[in-house]
Structure formats: C-alpha cells, structure tokens
Nanobody, 129 residues
Framework: QMQLVESGGGLVQAGGSLRLSCAAS????????MGWFRQAPGKEREFVSG????????SYHDSVKGRFTISRDGAKNTGYLQMNSPKPDDTAVYYC??????????????????????WGQGTQVTVSS
C-alpha cells in the first residue's frame, strides 16, 4: 500500500501558474503509474492527467491539454502537475493516485479512477477570474 501526500494547492489568478506535487512512500519494490484527478462541488471526480511508470507515456483530459503538464521524479518518488494558464473552471480539489503495475504494464496510463489503488487526501485549487 502506497501513501500519497499532495501539496502545492492554493489560490491562483486565471492565467497564472501553479505546481502540484505528490510525494509517494511505501515498499520500494512497487512499480506504479500515477494519475491526477479532480472533483468540483456537485460534480463527479474526473481524470485530469496520467503518466506511466516509465514516464514515457502521458495522457490528458481534453480540457487541460496544452496547459497542464504531468511529470515524475523517480529518485524522489514524487509526481508533479504543472498548471499553466489555469481557468476558473479548473477550480476543484485535486487528488493524486497510483496504480500498481507489473512488468507488462510499464507503459500503461489509465484514466479510470477504479483502476487506481491508492489515493492522496486532496489539495484545493481555486482559480480566480
């Protein structure tokens, strides 16, 4: 079981930038893909972005393509979501999650919350207009 801690949320003006971090801890032999999800009040949790264990494959929700960038630092067991030019519609609680993968899944990225095994507590991002 992995433990995840998000940080970096807060209040940002539309058009600004913000970087979320997700520090992962747990057994060192575990290999995992990482995803970022968000949930706004009254809405379902939705996929924002994901990155494979290898880091070679990424995926983005159409609404954030070209504005958000996902990355990971294996040495630090930390993932990042760089949010550039955020919009008020990006306001939500952002969660990071990890999906344990085996050798055949090192390049896979999933957008389904049900396929992720561990979740962080979430960090609030508020974008003002």
């Amino acid at each position: 079981q992995m433990q995840l801690v998000e940080s970096g949320g807060g209040l940002v003006q539309a058009g600004g930038s913000l970087r979320l971090s997700c520090a992962a801890s747990g057994p060192t032999f575990i290999r995992y893909a990482m995803g970022w999800f968000r949930q706004a009040p009254g809405k379902e949790r939705e996929f924002v972005s994901g990155i494979s264990w290898s880091g070679s494959h990424t995926s983005y929700h159409d609404s954030v393509k070209g504005r958000f960038t996902i990355s990971r630092d294996g040495a630090k067991n930390t993932g990042y979501l760089q949010m550039n030019s955020p919009k008020p519609d990006d306001t939500a609680v952002y969660y990071c999650a990890v999906r344990v993968v085996d050798d055949s899944e090192y390049e896979m990225v999933s957008s389904l919350p049900s396929e992720y095994d561990s979740w962080g507590q979430g960090t609030q991002v508020t974008v003002s207009s």
